[in-house]
């Protein structure tokens, strides 16, 4: 079968495009696997590997570091009355789990907690269940996480501490939404300083247990709105003063915890629920400098936010601030989403799926399933799914821990902006900004770059000089010295890509007149930003340009549904016919047709390429999956990288890769997406990819000695051309991981 590259340069030009894509593959033709084709180019140049990093002695890292699999089965208020703790112990030993979670909670005590309102569960009748289940779990050696869940109490204990309870503008007590007996904690009270503490030593008194966990707190995608006492004295919600208080008292509670955990052994800690990706609550810079476990809540997709890449984005974000610390995700056996069964598996190849997202995107293997009525649950179908996994992963798990990502694109995740930025008035502020992060990674994805996320608070030049170009997707809210490292990294010979708003807000969230890279990136606002009402704007073709490379016979392209009004440059190559009229039609033509209004902004200092693009262009990307868009993100990401890379990965269809460096060599990890439900509801069925071409180059006397597919379970030929390596992965069901072992 001829590749993308050799059958367009064959074929393409005499065929109608979907005859000619049929031809490629009849069996599985999907709107990704259309966009894909459409999107021509030169296989790009290969830039050798990083020399490989120094082996590092196992036996200093601290034992969380060598967790590879986790297992929890969250334990429900009628388990002690219905499970069957051997089962249990027996099924998460046999499925290889080296840490399993058990509840002492906080909401319910699992074992007789002697702390004040720290209620027991009415089926426990004196019974220490937690202490049973972290015997059994001991028994086959299996670690222990004290589960905790400091986020709900009961009335007896807001009768004693009405101080301990969120509160809502007037002063009445926020519930819990689906059982309104429970209250909701405030994290700025003392129950975090009193109650948590209480339980956590008495846990140490009576137990060996390896770490501890807070389920519940932090919030996850969004800041707390409380108006209670001690919060009324706090800065006003949503502003970055308020952030600021948030993050303060996350991290003092985080080192206390860490503190009582560690009054029992030493290589104990505490971590906390985390999650949201780019959207977390908490500033993933400074905890990343905390945490020693990142707990990635993303559990299962959801219709409000339905990408497939939801876990493997996630993982991208632990990636960009755990600099090599232990990240697990927390992958739902049972059906997540706006419709939820916690107590039923959901689609087999959709946990598989998620599975196969934790592996390749770097975090350890989590499986999670709740509630075990009738001894070991009503529904077991997730078992043997999960058991056959972990086994799996088992035998190949020095190949399956990642030690370096080999990308050469940054993108950069501004969680102020996701956070905080006032989005354009017509937009919901929550879906604004994940429509632009999906926006940029479907694009990255289509166009099969390795990329990285970079935190906006990590811009330091020697953790960013490795990415030959960093991307800005509306990175709205930047501060003068972030901007200083921008203008670093580009003095050092990086590129950029920026859109939108990028830099329109200071790190207070305050406007600023002019854009803050303005001088880097040639550009001054000449108005305030202008949304669509009717027709969108376009862009005029004023000159040819890499960036315009593939497009024939029109002189406009799509622009994007907001714009922030630029003045003109010298020898634009795009400029902006502006929005108009789209119904009725008989007005649905330009009143203006040509202006000097740059519609891109593009500038080349010394080895740097810089270019701006003034609508929000990634997230017009996402609503439309419009080609021309995509095309134009394509060819301008070239355009800035010089059309290098340090992995090339070439074939049919629409799939994620991830590069890693590992102890025995590289890892390859394509997850394979193209499927009709690879963005509304679950995978049901696979929809498998035929051959796949990898190219890398390797550094200077590294040779190979073999290259294995992890999941076929084959050893396939490779081929070095001086020290290119080129081998074919035949196909890829699901997921398929190319094990490079190097001498
Ligand atoms: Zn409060």
Redesign the pocket.
């Known amino acids: 079968m001829p590749n993308r590259r050799s059958f367009l340069k064959t074929s393409a030009a005499s065929l109608p495009l979907v005859t000619a894509i049929q031809t490629v593959n009849p069996a599985a033709i999907s709107v990704e696997t259309i966009a894909d084709v459409a999107i021509s180019g030169q296989a790009p140049k290969l830039i050798p590997l990083p020399a490989r990093l120094a082996p590092v002695d196992p036996s200093t890292l601290p034992w969380q570091q060598k967790i590879r699999r986790v297992g929890q089965s969250n334990m429900t208020e009628h388990d002690p009355a219905v499970m069957n703790i051997e089962d249990w112990a027996d099924y998460w030993h046999s499925a290889g789990a080296d840490i399993v979670f058990i509840s002492v909670t906080g909401i319910l005590a699992f074992y007789p907690s002697k702390v004040q309102f720290h209620r027991h569960g009415k089926f426990l009748n004196g019974r220490d269940f937690f202490g049973e289940c972290v015997a059994a779990a001991r028994k086959r050696g299996m670690r222990v996480v004290a589960r905790m869940s400091p986020d709900l109490n009961w009335g007896d204990a807001l009768d004693a501490h009405p101080e301990w309870a969120?509160?809502d503008g007037d002063g009445s007590v926020l519930l819990s939404s689906e059982d309104s007996r429970l209250f909701r904690t405030?994290m700025?009270?003392n129950y975090m300083d009193d109650y948590v503490p209480a339980i956590m030593r008495e846990i140490n008194s009576l137990y060996e247990v390896d770490c501890f966990y807070t389920n519940g707190w932090p919030p996850i995608g969004s800041l707390?709105n409380?108006?209670?006492s001690?919060?009324s004295r706090l800065p006003p919600p949503n502003t970055t003063a308020y952030w600021r208080a948030f993050n303060d008292r996350v991290l003092q509670l985080w080192n206390k915890y860490d503190a009582i955990a560690k009054e029992k052994k030493p290589d104990s800690f505490y971590f906390a629920n985390l999650g949201g990706n780019v959207r977390c609550g908490p500033n993933l810079d400074r905890l990343g400098r905390t945490a020693v476990w990142f707990q990635a809540d993303n559990q299962g997709r959801s219709s409000d936010d339905p990408a497939i890449w939801g876990c493997s984005l996630q993982g991208r974000v632990c990636n960009a601030v755990m600099d090599g610390q232990f990240a697990a995700n927390v992958s739902a056996a049972y059906s997540t989403g706006t419709v939820r069964w916690r107590n039923a598996a959901k689609n087999p190849a959709e946990a598989k799926m998620w599975l196969n997202e934790t592996l390749a995107s770097g975090m350890a293997l989590y499986y999670h399933f709740i509630g075990s009525e009738a001894g070991f649950g009503e529904d077991r179908r997730w078992q043997k799914l999960g058991s056959d996994y972990f086994q799996w992963a088992r035998r190949h798990d020095a190949h399956l821990t990642p030690r370096r990502s080999l990308a050469n694109i940054g993108v950069i995740m501004g969680q102020s902006t996701q956070l905080l930025y006032p989005v354009p008035a017509a937009a919901h502020a929550h879906d604004y900004m994940r429509e632009t992060t999906h926006g940029i990674y479907a694009a990255l994805l289509n166009g099969r770059f390795a990329f990285d996320f970079v935190h906006e608070d990590r811009l330091d030049l020697e953790r960013i000089r490795k990415y030959r170009a960093l991307l800005l997707p509306n990175i709205a809210v930047l501060s003068e010295r972030q901007c200083q490292q921008i203008r670093d990294y580009v003095r050092f010979g990086g590129s950029i890509i920026a859109s939108f708003e990028t830099g329109l807000y200071d790190e207070n969230v305050q406007r600023r007149e002019e854009f803050a890279l303005g001088d880097l990136l040639g550009i001054s606002k000449a108005e305030d930003m202008i949304g669509t009402n009717g027709n969108a704007f376009y862009a005029r073709i004023e000159r040819s340009h890499p960036i315009l490379d593939g497009f024939s016979n029109t002189n406009w392209l799509p622009g994007a549904q907001n714009r922030v009004p630029v003045k003109s440059v010298p020898d634009p190559v795009l400029t902006v016919v502006p929005g108009f009229v789209q119904y009725p039609p008989e007005l649905a033509y330009p009143p203006v047709s040509h202006t000097q209004e740059p519609a891109v902004v593009l500038r080349e200092v010394a080895s740097s390429r810089l270019a701006y693009f003034p609508g929000d262009i990634e997230r017009t990307f996402w609503l439309t999956g419009h080609g021309d868009l995509l095309r134009l993100l394509h060819n301008t990401v070239r355009w800035v990288t010089q059309d290098q890379a340090l992995v090339h990965v070439d074939g049919d269809g629409f799939l994620e890769f991830f590069a890693w460096e590992t102890a025995p060599g590289y890892a390859i990890h394509l997850l394979n997406y193209t499927n009709p439900n690879a963005h509304h509801g679950w995978l049901s069925t696979v929809y498998p990819l035929g051959p796949q071409t990898v190219n890398m180059t390797l550094p200077s006397g590294v040779k190979v000695k073999a290259v294995d597919l992890l999941r076929s379970d084959r050893r396939i030929p490779f081929r070095l051309e001086g020290s290119v390596l080129h081998f074919t992965i035949p196909r890829v069901d699901d997921y398929e991981i190319a094990a490079v072992t190097v001498v």
């Open positions: 969120m509160r405030c700025f009270t707390p409380c108006h209670c001690v919060c």
